[in-house]
């Protein structure tokens, strides 16, 4: 895919068009930043509506977000999926997502620590932060995971 200052609607085309070329024929969610939602004063349309346009004729279209209160909680969804605090992994990450490795490993916190650092290094946190809207929209920290006990 193009560098990451490519436009809602030009990446939208891409993807699309992909979908169409390899006969995508299952169901289709999209999700990302709840911001998406947010119309900025100079955009007649939030990115979600434009998202919706492209896509809505896919089967089963939808948007799933949510508000994030906290960049930790992303962060912390990530983590748990990598390596829960019962040394459980629900998730990986493939060997050829080179990419995707580097920003995990070297994507770190601002002094405050309460941001992501994303001024030393302008190619961090792109990889990790599309990760971590998946992350948290469908496997949040801040819901407890369910157990069952069995008498």
Not at 27 to 53: H, P, V
Request: hydrophobic share 30%; proline share 3%; net charge neutral.
């Amino acid at each position: 895919f193009p560098s990451h200052d490519i436009r809602t609607e030009n990446m939208c085309e891409i993807v699309s068009d992909w979908l169409r070329a390899n006969g995508h024929s299952g169901m289709l969610e999209i999700t990302g930043d709840y911001a998406g939602k947010r119309r900025e004063s100079s955009a007649a349309f939030t990115d979600y509506a434009i998202i919706e346009s492209y896509f809505k004729d896919f089967r089963g279209f939808r948007v799933r977000t949510r508000p994030t209160l906290k960049v930790k909680d992303r962060v912390a969804s990530v983590n748990r999926l990598l390596l829960n605090a019962q040394g459980d992994r629900r998730l990986y990450v493939s060997k050829t997502c080179e990419s995707t490795i580097t920003d995990l490993r070297k994507t770190a916190w601002k002094e405050n620590g309460v941001e992501l650092d994303q001024d030393s290094d302008p190619k961090r946190t792109h990889l990790t932060d599309a990760l971590s809207y998946w992350a948290y929209n469908y496997h949040p920290a801040d819901q407890a995971e369910r157990t069952i006990n069995v008498n």
